[in-house]
């Protein structure tokens, strides 16, 4: 299978909901990265993991490197947050894996 | 604003023809990847650097793909004979370590071939 599984695909929220991201790996890896790309293709770092949990104003990250899981949180969802969504793990081989994606959109 | 500087933003080039794109990675990070991401958002790893050397790079960037990270100059990704399949965005990143250590990602450069 998929070095790595993001789910879900997409997501529609209404402003001020919460919701997660989750993505699944299939081989213990060493650290993950969330990104949020915008419209015009920049990859935004959200968090850089190595293990445990972070978390930033309205978005928290969890890393399991055992469970082979992370998951991304956002609080209070904002109409800025909408763009696409990646986790990307690093195998420890010098180049990272990336998810296929969550399209989040916010509607007002 | 991005520490990772790509350019140009955006290349339309002719089938056939030759692609440059550069990179700098940002201050202080010896490690450079460069990463295709298709249509469907799908990335692909083609070389990454440590300095000015190549660690590891995929078959189709040996064929028709070349890069390079010279000392005191931006690293460049250069498709000799561009195809319609090469469009995408090129996406630049560096790395304090490379391995085990967070990227920073560039804006891109988006290719069009036509």
């Known amino acids: 299978g998929m070095p790595v599984e993001q789910n879900p695909p997409a997501l529609s929220l209404y402003e001020g909901a919460d919701s997660g991201l989750r993505c699944n790996f299939s081989t213990t890896m060493k650290s993950v990265q969330w990104f949020q790309q915008n419209h015009r293709g920049r990859l935004i770092t959200l968090f850089y993991l190595a293990q445990g949990t972070k978390e930033n104003g309205r978005l928290k990250s969890t890393f399991n490197s055992k469970e082979r899981y992370s998951t991304l949180h956002i609080k209070d969802a904002q109409l800025e947050d909408s763009g696409t969504y990646f986790c990307a793990a690093d195998t420890g081989n010098y180049k990272y894996v990336f998810g296929a994606g969550t399209r989040l959109k916010v509607i007002a | ?114």
């Open chain 2, 1 to 114: 604003n991005s520490k990772v500087i790509q350019t140009p933003r955006y290349l339309v080039k002719g089938q056939g023809q030759k692609a440059k794109m550069r990179c700098i990675p940002e201050k202080g990070h010896p490690v450079v990847f460069w990463y295709q991401q298709n249509k469907n958002n799908e990335f692909k790893f083609l070389i990454n650097f440590q300095n000015q050397e190549v660690l590891q790079q995929i078959d189709m960037t040996e064929k028709r793909f070349s890069a390079e990270c010279p000392s005191n100059s931006p690293c460049s990704l250069e498709i000799q004979s561009s195809e319609a399949g090469d469009s995408a965005l090129y996406l630049c990143a560096s790395s304090p370590r490379g391995a085990n250590s967070d990227y920073t990602f560039g804006s891109g450069t988006r290719l069009l071939v036509i």
